[in-house]
């Protein structure tokens, strides 16, 4: 549907009223009442029905950092799990049975309805949308909307989403935290993977296993933005998302054969680091000159080698950019669940190869003999807290003491 310039005359700033622009330059919602009401300023300077806030960030993720947390703070609802929808006169957000307690709470006395998934008689987002918006175009960040969900979003009988350039919300969100840019930590190379021979650093996983399966899936490409599949590919984490051990990045990795018959596949990747986003040139080169160490150790330090790991700021990766390190030629592998609509803008649908597994997750999946130890040490550690919070919890029942969530 094509979209229609709203005059400049009927917009006006929902704080001040100055008319001409849907936001002044001192717009600082400081209630909830204001947040939307910015909301639907900017949908009516864009010619949206309904602008859509999911709760994860450009990588898919569950957790994300603060600046990440959009629905938090547009609706006040601090549960993982969740997605917005705001129109010129509804607020509505969904969210599964772990969070009904608490999202009624934390809406209570706002303008957010609560729509409790998968209970009897709820629609769901995209029934909600087909019955009230039938003809209405529902915007969002590309960045934000993975192709899987852009894919369902369509089977499900919606009008395609309006894939807005910049977030409406950031917009609003006028004193959003900076970005998270924390170091990179490497780990050491020590990694077996169940069923293959050796110990293998980032080199063998990448040029010998990696780079097969993509080769075997007929392509020649794989573009990767889930942070734990990045973690473990290069055996590095981070601090960029609180309690979660990974860093902000993305990676290009293109697999050809050798120039002579029978040379192993040549494996090139690109690791776009957040880290590298400082600026402080001196930090940048620290980080370049930790991460480049520890990639020698793994094997992937040169260029003539069989794999090879070039860095690159975090602000640089785009669709461009990942059209561009993917080459000219090719189908690119695309993990469905994560790759969002950003991602793959700059790639025809003729040359994407959509997967549910990326390779790496695949391989990730193999544990070898420290994992298990680490996942059963984690299991017992994890068992002796709940038998002490069950403890706790009938001591209080037997006193009658009041318990509470």
Known sequence: MAQTAVPLGSLSCPCCFRPGAPLCEDFTPFDMALKVAGMRSLLKAHSLAAYLVPSGDAHSSEYVSEADKRREWLTGFTGSAGTALVTADKALVWTDGRYFVQAAKQLSGTEWLLMRSHEPGVPTLEEWVRTHLPEGAVGADPRLISIDFADGWAASGCLPLRLVPGNLVDAVWKKR????????????????????????????????????????????????????????????????????????????????????????LVTRARLFLRALDEEDEASNAATVRTVRRHLDSEGCGSEGGAAFVELAAYSSFGADEAALRCGADGLVMLERGTTTMAMAAALPDARRRLVDTSPVEALKARKNEAEVAGLVSAGRKDAAALCSYFAWLEAQMVAGEPVTE
Do not use: M
């Open 177 to 264: 935290p900076p970005v998270s840019s924390n170091g990179v930590l490497p780990l050491g190379s020590s990694r077996v993977i169940s069923g293959l021979s050796g110990h293998l650093g980032s080199s063998r996983v990448i040029s010998g296993h990696l780079g097969t399966k993509v080769c075997e899936a007929g392509c020649s490409a794989l573009i990767l933005n889930a942070l734990d599949q990045l973690c473990w590919l290069f055996n590095l984490r981070g601090s960029d998302i609180e309690c979660n051990p990974v860093f902000l990045g993305y990676a290009v990795l293109t697999a050809s054969p050798g120039e002579e018959e029978g040379a192993p």
